[in-house]
């Protein structure tokens, strides 16, 4: 799928950015022409927003505000939509049990369900190597006296090296960040012991890279582990999560059932949680799942196999209704507000200039170009804040802030994408073409004759 057709899906997906954008479009390229055809028109337009600098200053902030609030809103709506799309090539799956949440599954399946389970000749062999990683969920805290929040860490237990070719989101990290990643995660083979943690986590812990900690863990108790912290992830998705090599736990669960021949520990047979797995395309994923699933050797417990985006719809539903408010309803209330508040300035703007607008009548200009100076003055005023929101908003929140920090699911932050540059024009604009209409019709329909009855 090429990149129109990703946004174009995106648009159709949310009927509130593609009008946004088609208002914005018209209007802009109305002005522009308008513009170009009269360009003392535009200094016109320019002129009249300068009369009154106050009530154009707080109508262009207002803008610049509600921008930004709906670039925050659509960002993680945007995000939460792109992690539910189904891509049509080189897609993840995600194996998991089938009747209980969350998932535990005897670790004894990792090889096969890893290899996609085939079973006879012509099954599709997946390349566990390249295509396959584990996830095992160890929750521990550093002070088993004084278990607070701040004193937990939640691991992601898995194959060091699989984490920059497997894991969602390393592509937000620049080709430097994921060499250090790599070099990290080759320590942690060398010695099990060690372990990778996000900046915020570190910071909630009040711990540095280089310090040894003891792990009292609550889900897998008894198992408690000695690590070393060799570093953290660089800024963004997984600044709460943290790395631990699965051979040192399963390592540890081993040596504990060993020393306790009679009485193994209760997560033995239910030490797997996720298998990920990723294929070239949908025809494959089907295959896959019939092996997974068709064969004898996953009943007790039963497993399935879902898309990863069918999976994280799934954790996602918890959120259904806040994510409904947020499209449906703060959303349209903010692009409402913007649009009510360029009209009001608008309309006082009519109102202290019909006189002027009588005398443009009498001098020549017609309705239809005094519709177009007033809609082109909302326009420029919605069209550059939304245009300066979105730019100022997306350095900021990227680069200054780190992103925004609305845990959903086990998303903790959100970036701006790119695609926020034009948001801010496109909302500015397409508010103000809205809410400018009704006073721009009311400015060319001023009557000469009733303004200068008045005035006699």
């Known amino acids: 799928m090429n990149n129109v057709e990703k946004y174009l899906l995106e648009f159709l997906d949310s009927p509130l950015q593609l009008g946004a954008?088609?208002?914005?479009m018209i209007a802009f390229l109305a002005i522009i022409v308008f513009a170009n055809s009269y360009l003392f028109y535009f200094r016109l337009m320019f002129l009249n927003l300068r009369r009154n600098i106050i009530r154009t200053s707080l109508t262009a902030i207002a803008s610049i505000v509600l921008v930004f609030v709906v670039t925050l809103v659509w960002t993680v709506l945007w995000f939460l939509n792109l992690v539910t799309s189904e891509k049509a090539k080189d897609f993840k799956a995600i194996i998991t049990e089938k009747w209980q949440i969350p998932s535990q599954m005897p670790y004894a399946y990792e090889a096969s369900l890893s290899e996609g389970a085939p079973g006879k000749e012509g099954d599709y062999k997946i390349d566990k190597s390249v295509d396959a990683m584990t996830w095992q969920f160890y929750?521990?805290?550093?002070?088993?006296?004084?278990?607070?929040?701040?004193?937990?860490?939640?691991?992601?237990?898995?194959?060091?090296?699989k984490m920059t070719k497997m894991m969602d989101g390393m592509e937000e990290y620049s080709a430097s960040q994921l060499d250090q990643l790599n070099k990290l995660c080759e320590e942690m083979v060398k010695d099990k012991r060690k372990i990778i943690v996000g900046t915020e986590r570190l910071?909630?812990?009040?711990?540095?890279?280089?310090?040894?900690?003891?792990?009292?863990?609550?889900?897998?108790?008894?198992i408690d582990l000695e690590v070393e912290i060799i570093g953290s992830f660089p800024e963004g998705r997984y600044n709460q999560s943290a790395i631990l090599n699965r051979d040192y736990l399963n390592d540890s669960m081993d040596d504990y059932n060993r020393k306790n021949p009679n009485s193994?520990?209760?997560?033995?047979?239910?030490?797997?949680?996720?298998?990920?797995?990723?294929?070239?395309?949908?025809?494959?994923?089907?295959?896959?799942?019939?092996?997974?699933?068709?064969?004898?050797?996953?009943?007790?417990?039963a497993v399935k196999v879902e898309t990863a985006s069918s999976g994280i719809s799934t954790f996602?539903?918890?959120?259904r209704d806040l994510l409904w408010g947020l499209r449906w309803i703060l959303a349209p209330f903010i692009l409402a507000?913007?649009?009510?508040?360029?009209a009001v300035a608008i309309s006082i703007s009519v109102r202290e200039r019909r006189k002027e607008i009588a005398v443009m009548k009498v001098i020549g200009f017609t309705p239809m170009q005094?519709?177009?100076?007033?809609?082109?003055?909302?326009?420029?005023?919605?069209?550059?804040?939304?245009?300066?929101?979105?730019?100022?908003?997306?350095?900021?929140i990227n680069n200054v802030a780190g992103g925004i920090k609305f845990p959903?699911?086990?998303?903790?932050?959100f970036m701006i994408p790119i695609d926020a540059i034009w948001w801010g024009p496109a909302i500015g604009i397409s508010t103000a073409l809205g809410g400018s209409l009704l006073p721009s019709l009311s400015a060319c329909r001023v009557k000469v004759s009733e303004v200068f009855a008045r005035i006699s």
């Not at 954008?21 to 914005?24: K, P, Q």
């Not at 996602?316 to 959120?319: K, R, T």
């Open 337 to 342: 507000t913007m649009a009510l508040i360029i």
């Open 264 to 301: 193994k520990h209760p997560m033995t047979n239910r030490n797997l949680n996720l298998v990920w797995i990723r294929v070239p395309d949908k025809d494959v994923f089907q295959k896959v799942e019939s092996q997974i699933t068709d064969s004898p050797s996953f009943t007790s417990p």
């Open 316 to 319: 996602l539903d918890a959120y």
């Open 370 to 396: 005094i519709l177009f100076l007033v809609l082109g003055e909302a326009v420029m005023v919605g069209g550059f804040s939304g245009l300066f929101s979105s730019v100022a908003t997306t350095v900021f």
């Open 139 to 161: 929750g521990a805290t550093i002070d088993p006296e004084k278990k607070t929040r701040d004193n937990i860490i939640f691991f992601f237990s898995m194959e060091p090296m």
């Open 203 to 222: 910071q909630a812990i009040n711990k540095k890279v280089g310090e040894r900690i003891k792990l009292t863990s609550f889900n897998y108790k008894g």
């Open 21 to 24: 954008l088609v208002l914005g």
């Open 408 to 413: 959903i699911a086990f998303f903790p932050i």
